[in-house]
Every structure is written in C-alpha cells, then in structure tokens.
C-alpha cells in the first residue's frame, strides 16, 4: 500500500519552501510527491526543480490551464499509489502525518476515504480548531465540510471513479467535490493523528479575504453542490443547501452588502437566520436540527 501527495503550486517561490521542507521531514516519506506548477510567472517552477534535483519520487509537472482544480488533476493523472493526499502550498505537514496516516488506514481496514482534522492559522495568529465530525457525514460536510482538501486521505481509484475535481467551480471546489464522493457512499473512517495539519491563512489567497468580493462565485457554487445532491439520489440535504444560502447572505449583511444578500433569502426563515448570522450569530446547523 502506498501513498501519494499532490500540491499545485503557483507564483509562491518562497512561500512553498516550509511547505516542501515539512514533506522532507516526514518520519515516513511519500512514496511519491507530484509537485505541479500552475503556470506560475515567477521564480516557482525553478524552486519545485531544485527541491525535485535528485530524489527519485518527487515529480515535477506543468499545468498551463489556470485553476488549483485543474493543477490537481493533471496531479492525479500522474499517480501511481493505492492512496493520495492532496495538499497546498502554504500548508504545514506535521513531522509524524504520512506515517500515521498509513498505520491508521491499515488499523481502519483500508478504507475509501480517511479523514482527520485541521487546525487553521489566521492572520491576526489566532487558531481555529477544525475536528473531524462523524455522524450523518453529509450533514457535517455541507455544514462543516469535513472533506475539505487538507483534511482527508482516499482512494485513488475510487476519487478517478467520482471524476476528480470539479473544474467549474472557481470557489468552493472542495466543498462541491466532498458533497460528490459522499454521493458514492463510500467507506469513511476516521484517522486518530497525534497532530492535525496546520493551515497558514495568507493574505493573498485564491478566495479571497471576503465574500463580496467574489459574489455570484459562492452562489453558483451552491447551484453545484443541488446539482451533486440530486445526481446521487441525496434530495433529502437540500435544504440544507438552502440554509448555505441564508448563511452566505449573513455574510454579504456583515460586510454592508444586504443588496447582495436579498436574493438569497426567500422565506422568513432564512431571512431570520441571515439576520442572525450578519449579527456574528454562530450554531446554524444546530438551528437546523430544530426543524428537521
């Protein structure tokens, strides 16, 4: 059983040295390491080329077409393990994670999908813990997404089968892609790691540092995620997509933009829960066990 761990990487020389160095220091190696420059226009390519100079397993590939889905594809084309684990450029592999990782899946029984936690630096230097959630895991993911891209282990073959990252989506595409292999009903367990993964939050990133920046981006990624619920037969989550909706529009509310958040909301309801979430209010998806 090996393991494979794909980054793209674009315009970030510097910023993925930690992120390589952290790999390289791992207590158990990646049996293979895909690096994919995504058509970066500084120095990145050459620093992925220098890390890659000698070590048989790491492979250095390009993808001109821009976006991280599309980088990450290219990625997953190139793997040759039983599992991959997808990964970004500014992130933090604690020492321990890909061997613990492998002995977890083999005390789990091997299974589609292994997911842990994350914890999230923010800019300020404050932390947010982000726990694996068990349970109803399609309600943790559209609530919580639990398989967001650092957070999770699978099958190569069986995320091939899915049809890999969802290339439309400019935002979200995590989000939309765990809804996706959820659909599938495969066999999650979760991995106990004695570090979760730490992830760096940059002031410049690819979605943004707020919401009404990128409107009608969200908004159409949620159409995908109905669009995902419905094709696997799970129409029972979609008023939960509903409820994304009302927290979204929250958001727009808390950055001065209610003209963007009132076509969200169509009942009171969700105008209620916008109202509440634009206030700083937190707890949605306990709201939403109340009434389903």
């Known amino acids: ?3 494979a761990v794909v980054i793209p990487v674009r315009n970030r020389a510097e910023l ?20 994919v420059d995504n058509g970066s226009t500084d120095s990145t390519l050459e620093t992925l080329r220098e890390f890659a100079a000698g070590r048989a397993d790491v492979l250095v590939l390009n993808e001109p077409r821009p976006g991280a889905t599309e980088a990450r594809n290219r990625g997953l084309e190139a793997v040759k393990q039983e599992y991959v684990l997808f990964f970004d450029s500014d992130d933090l592999m604690p020492r321990r994670h890909i061997e613990e990782v492998m002995t977890e899946l083999e005390r789990t029984g091997h299974p589609d999908i292994g997911a842990f936690g994350m914890i999230r630096r923010n800019l300020d230097g404050s932390t947010v ?7 109803d895991l399609m309600y943790q993911h559209l609530f919580h997404c639990i398989l967001s891209t650092q957070r999770y282990v699978v099958r190569t073959e069986f995320l091939r089968a899915a049809g890999g990252w969802p290339v439309a989506a400019p935002v979200w595409n995590d989000f939309i892609l765990g809804v996706r292999l959820l659909g ?3 066999q999650v367990a979760e991995l106990k790691l004695s570090e979760p993964v730490e992830i ?5 990133s690819i979605t943004g540092r707020n919401f009404s920046s990128k409107a009608g981006k969200w908004e159409q990624a949620l159409e995908s995620v109905a669009r995902e619920l419905k094709a696997s037969g799970k129409e029972s ?3 939960i997509v509903d409820y994304r909706r009302a927290i979204l ?3 727009y509310r808390r950055e001065g933009r209610k003209d963007l958040a009132t076509p969200l909301t169509g009942s009171l309801k969700m105008r209620l829960i916008a109202f509440y979430v634009g206030l700083g209010g937190r ?3 306990e709201i939403y066990r109340l009434f389903h």
């Open 283 to 285: 707890g949605v998806a």
């Open 200 to 204: 760096i939050a940059q002031a410049e």
């Open 16 to 35: 993925v040295r930690p992120t390589l160095d952290s790999i390289a220091n791992q207590t158990r190696r990646p049996d293979q390491l895909i690096l």
């Open 184 to 186: 599938l009903n495969p």
């Open 237 to 239: 989550y979609l008023p």
């Open 249 to 251: 529009a929250g958001e």
């Open 1 to 3: 059983m090996g393991i």
């Open 129 to 135: 813990s982000k726990p694996f959630r068990g349970g």
